[in-house]
């Protein structure tokens, strides 16, 4: 794997099937990242299948989250699963 210090991903699509019939990536690609240590910092290094992606703009089947509720978001989380999953996952953790 190759080093670099950032990747962008710049737009998703929340459905399970691409209505424009283009390709999306998948989450299993972008899960292809491992962290090394070098000196005293940490550093990500990505397989060149995602380095391939840099700087171009993407699709992912998924969700987009807001982290704050209100009408002028800029932050958000993208996830594969939806809120009802994040949500079963958070109370199982609080019922432990």
């Not at 962290?35 to 060149?48: G, I, L, N």
């Amino acid at each position: 794997m190759q080093s670099r210090r950032a990747l962008a991903v710049v737009l998703l699509a929340a459905s399970s099937a691409l209505a424009d019939g283009s390709a999306a990536v998948s989450w299993e690609t972008l899960a292809q990242v491992s962290v090394s240590r070098q000196k005293d910092r940490y550093v990500a290094e990505f397989s060149r299948q995602v380095l391939a992606l840099d700087k171009r703009e993407v699709k992912l089947r998924g969700f987009m989250l807001p982290l704050e509720q209100g009408a002028g978001q800029r932050r958000f989380v993208i996830d594969f699963a939806g809120i009802e999953f994040l949500a079963s996952i958070a109370a199982h953790l609080d019922a432990a």
